[in-house]
T-cell receptor, first 114, second 114 residues
Framework: DGGITQSPKYLFRKEGQNVTLSCEQNLNHDAMYWYRQDPGQGLRLIYYSQIVNDFQKGDIAEGYSVSREKKESFPLTVTSAQKNPTAFYLC?????????????FGQGTRLTVV | AQKITQTQPGMFVQEKEAVTLDCTYDTSDPSYGLFWYKQPSSGEMIFLIYQGSYDQQNATEGRYSLNFQKARKSANLVISASQLGDSAMYFCAMRDRGFQKLVFGTGTRLLVSP
């Protein structure tokens, strides 16, 4: 079945550590996105990528980094520079960013700083 | 800049009744797309319905319909014959051609009671 897989589902990070959230899609989609969701709030865009080896900052990119070496993979690294990383992270993809088609989402990763 | 506003933090409805969830948007691009997503407590984002800015008719998908009023810049979601399984967070989102990213509102929590 085609879809988007995020792993792990739950992640715990110690203060000062970098952690990487995985996002893989087998939908052959060009565009991929990372969103952050805080309790009771909407989704805020962290980074997005329209093609391989290219990505752009979203609204809250500080303290995060991404790579897009393969079409199907868009990992997100939460660095120690991100002061409040505890949140729910959602990865999404869409066929093409310019055709106005819907984005498909993964199941999310819940990150907690301990 | 594009912006989505959802003014209803929570809505209550009885089973089998219809409910309208409000969404207003702002964009300077004449070409844009509007989306509604459902987020159950499990966290996944489920695509419900899409409306393009040039679509002449309001979109419908089963029990979901979108009341699109372009002049008012509103795109309200109507759920007919509510079911207990409709209890969830609902997000309105927009993509315009210029920004090529999906921007979300803060969401409305819908609770369907027996």
């Amino acid at each position: 079945d085609g879809g988007i897989t995020q792993s792990p589902k739950y992640l715990f990070r110690k203060e000062g550590q970098n952690v990487t959230l995985s996002c893989e899609q087998n939908l052959n989609h060009d565009a991929m996105y990372w969103y952050r969701q805080d309790p009771g709030q909407g989704l805020r865009l962290i980074y997005y990528s329209q093609i391989v080896n290219d990505f752009q900052k979203g609204d809250i990119a500080e303290g995060y980094s991404v790579s897009r070496e393969k079409k199907e993979s868009f990992p997100l690294t939460v660095t120690s520079a991100q002061k409040n990383p505890t949140a729910f992270y959602l990865c999404a993809s869409s066929i093409s960013p310019v055709r106005g088609l819907e984005a498909f989402f993964g199941q999310g990763t819940r990150l907690t700083v301990v | 800049a594009q912006k989505i506003t959802q003014t209803q933090p929570g809505m209550f409805v009885q089973e089998k009744e219809a409910v309208t969830l409000d969404c207003t948007y702002d964009t300077s691009d004449p070409s844009y797309g509007l989306f509604w997503y459902k987020q159950p407590s499990s966290g996944e984002m489920i695509f419900l319905i899409y409306q393009g800015s040039y679509d002449q008719q309001n979109a419908t998908e089963g029990r979901y319909s979108l009341n699109f009023q372009k002049a008012r810049k509103s795109a309200n979601l109507v759920i007919s014959a509510s079911q207990l399984g409709d209890s969830a967070m609902y997000f309105c989102a927009m993509r315009d051609r210029g920004f090529q990213k999906l921007v979300f509102g803060t969401g409305t929590r819908l609770l369907v009671s027996p």
